[in-house]
């Protein structure tokens, strides 16, 4: 089926909700200049998701301890979630059924992460590929890249089991994950890989949430404003799948 030329192809992963940071090329979001944190270390550059389970904070800090000998207490930060149209390494080639996602309803929400070096994200990556845990850049942009995250295989039959035994390696028994709690009102993000391209939150239960005292261990760190200049969805805009057009109005007699 084809569309005439009447109307002009909107970008199809914009958020309608304009207060989400936003870009339309990777380009645009490489350009636009990152937060400068003096409390930061200039040697991590990676950001990685921070959530309970197998992206917490505690399972990073466990993976370094066991591959780089490394006893580290990882900082974590918070900002405004962002999107950006077209990101390296995210344009996945989902399977059809998943593709009427619409990318365009997104929720305005917090994302939270650490900051790793290169060799810190490299054994982390490795680590979770070993566990068939298969890392994955997150949807969720921050300031200073788009974060990475664990995720269980589409067709792996038992995905909580997977991620219970890469944790009891860890030595990581009934974990609760203290640090990594969300605030209320984050939702997760889910880590089977199917749920995680629909864009379906992961499960929401109380023990995954914190409460203000726990989000303020957390330092906020926010965007450099302004964020390049996109035209705004049309009143008359209409969808056709995940695709929005502009249809011009009509002229007036």
Known sequence: MSITNSGRRLDPKRPRNSNIPFFA???SFDSHP?????SMDEKAMLPWLVQPGINSVE???AILQTTLNEETSLKIWVSKAGAVQCRRLQDYHWPSYISGVDYGAADEQDVSYVMLSRKESDAIWDWFQAHRLHPQPCYLLTPFDMPSMALTAVDDPHPERTEREALEELGLFRPT??????PFGVKPIATNMCDFARRIPGPDKPELHGTAVDAEVRERVEWITPFPAISPFPENAWKFGDTYFDIPSRPKV
């Open 34 to 38: 990152k937060p400068d944190v003096p």
């Open 177 to 182: 994950f203290p640090r990594s709690l969300l």
């Open 25 to 27: 090329t990777a380009d």
């Open 59 to 61: 399972v990073y800090e």
